[in-house]
């Protein structure tokens, strides 16, 4: 197919092929996550690669590249890391299929799918240490639970809260960030859910973990049973 068109996506094309050693015969934009990352899967005559072009948030690849080289210690099946170029927020990463939980999960039963992502899960987190991913922390949880009342509430839904009824969000969110507080410590991956998990063997492929943390031990299997 014929290079994109306008300058940043020819250089993004441009580099790309250089990476990967060859022109691809196909160029397809692939669904992205809730950030300002677009991808593109990039197919070739014997395999596929995939083009993250963060160019809104280059800071994303270092804790990308980061995270993955800790989930891969762990045994845990992580796009590798095939060539990047922080300053622009590009990554060219191995393809680790199309095939998402969330897709799989229509058709096919839930419960090994679901308990070969524990078992993943587990094995990450029993690697955990201190000091190695940013902390989940009290401004941190309470900056995050503040979006319910000011994008859902006010924005999604259109409303606003009584006094009272801030007064209660108030006191749940407070309860909610002491839970998490006193919660035993381990990596994080934040958005641990169906949707961030593709079927591979022997266990599932796991993405879009770069914003990962020191956090509560129930935050990813919340994520993954109830997201």
């Not at 845990?76 to 590798?80: G, I, L, M, T």
């Not at 939980?101 to 039963?109: H, I």
């Given at each position: 197919m014929p290079a994109p068109s306008g300058a940043h996506d020819v250089e993004l094309y441009q580099w790309a092929c250089h990476h990967a050693g060859a022109e691809p015969t196909r160029w397809q934009t692939v669904p992205g996550d809730a950030g300002m990352r677009r991808y593109h899967r990039l197919h070739f005559d014997t395999q596929t690669r995939v083009l993250m072009d963060a160019r809104a948030e280059p800071g994303?690849?270092?804790?990308?590249?980061?995270v993955a080289a800790l989930l891969r210690a762990s045994g845990?099946?992580?796009?590798?890391v095939l060539a990047w170029e922080s300053a622009r927020g590009w990554m060219l990463l191995e393809d680790l299929g199309e095939q998402s939980?969330?897709?799989?999960?229509?058709?096919?039963?839930a419960d090994p799918l679901i308990r070969a992502a524990l078992d993943t899960l587990i094995r990450w987190q029993a690697d955990s240490r201190p000091g190695v991913l940013p902390t989940y922390d009290r401004a941190r949880l309470t900056a995050e639970l503040a979006l319910f009342p000011d994008w859902y509430v006010t924005h999604h839904l259109g409303r606003t809260l009584t006094p009272g009824q801030q007064k209660q969000w108030d006191d749940l969110?407070?309860?909610l960030v002491e839970a998490a507080l006193a919660q035993p410590r381990v990596f994080v991956?934040?958005?641990f859910m169906v949707r961030n998990l593709l079927v591979t063997r022997p266990g599932p492929g796991v993405i879009d973990f770069q914003d990962a943390v020191e956090g509560p031990v129930t935050y990813d299997v919340v994520s993954l049973l109830r997201d």
């Open positions: 994303s690849c270092a804790p990308f590249a980061h845990v099946r992580v796009p590798a939980y969330l897709d799989a999960l229509r058709t096919e039963s969110a407070c309860m991956h934040r958005d």
